[in-house]
């Protein structure tokens, strides 16, 4: 039992990139080699959560939960190697866990609040050193509310809403970017929403008139706009960016933890960016409502609009 333990927390240890971690990793292999010897064929198990030669790698964020949970079983099960990303590490771990256990792909779980961009920072610095490839990459995690309602900011100024569900992750693709182009044919999804809400670029951070639905409204139109520019700038790379609104009020913890009624299953938002991960003819730059092609808000054709969020963007982020 203490073996399977120690295992565990090496597994979780070793994967947050920091250099503190590898530091505890370092005493927790030290420890478990003066604590038993019997201890050595668990831990050279240990390091089988890395790609087999051939294998594709797939980037999940938010896979501790809801959707992402579902996306990061499908993609095991097509036989990739699985980086789950959340901040709950057992949640993680179980997923891990439970990707292995189907016995066709691996996975290893990342720990990054998106709330923090020295957090994303680590988070894609760790990505970049120890993967050399990157076969899809879906921006998942998100947020519907702050933890008190109000208006939040995050450890970095901005408000809350804003930096997990946009910024983050613009950061975070720009780190990664050279990988999926390494590795195209690639794919990235964005999972935007359906709730979207023009940016106003006189007020991003919601200083007046702040409500959560338009934090998150807001939020989830400026991974569109991303979306779209980022199609066209990788236009002839073979990496195939789209982005979506995967299934209203789905059976998650996003919608009931609110005290809201699903009206749809977590299979259903599955398929839709299943869709984009796979087939072979969907092209690329397209907003999707579950499976359908469709237009999104306004705003998300506007190239001026769409210019100044990327700048805005690049300057709150330091995006390469
Ligand atoms: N549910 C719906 O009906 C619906 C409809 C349209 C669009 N969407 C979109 O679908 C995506 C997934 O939603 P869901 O319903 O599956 O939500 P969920 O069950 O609440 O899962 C959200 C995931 O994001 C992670 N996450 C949240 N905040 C984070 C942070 N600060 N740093 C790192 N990870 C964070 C969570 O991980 P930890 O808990 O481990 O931090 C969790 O894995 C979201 O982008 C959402 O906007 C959902």
Redesign the pocket.
Known sequence: MAGIELIRKIKITDVEGAPFARTKVVALFVAALMSTSTLTAPLAGAQVSTPRPGQQVALI?????????ELALRLGAMGMHVIV????RE??MEVVEEIESQGLGSARFYR????SFEQVRAFGDAILRDYERLDVLIN?????RTPGGGRTLSEDGHELVFQ??HL?HFLLTRMLLPRLVESAPSRLVN?????QQPIDFDDVMLENGFSGGRA?AQS?LAQILFTFDLAKELEGSGVIVNTL??????D????T?GGGT?R?T?DE?ADAVMQLVTSPDIGSGGYFLGLRRARANNQAYDEEARGKLWALSEELTGAP
């Not at 990303?85 to 709950?88: L, P, S, T």
């Not at 990054?112 to 709330?115: E, I, R, V």
């Not at 998942?140 to 519907?144: D, E, Y």
């Open positions: 964020t938010g896979s501790t939960s809801g959707l992402g949970h990303h959340g901040r709950n949640r993680g990054a609040d998106l709330a998942n995690a998100g947020i519907a997990v569900n983050s999972v935007s929403s359906g709730a998150y989830k609104h995967p299934a209203t009020y789905m998650t913890p996003m919608v933890a699903p749809a977590v938002g």
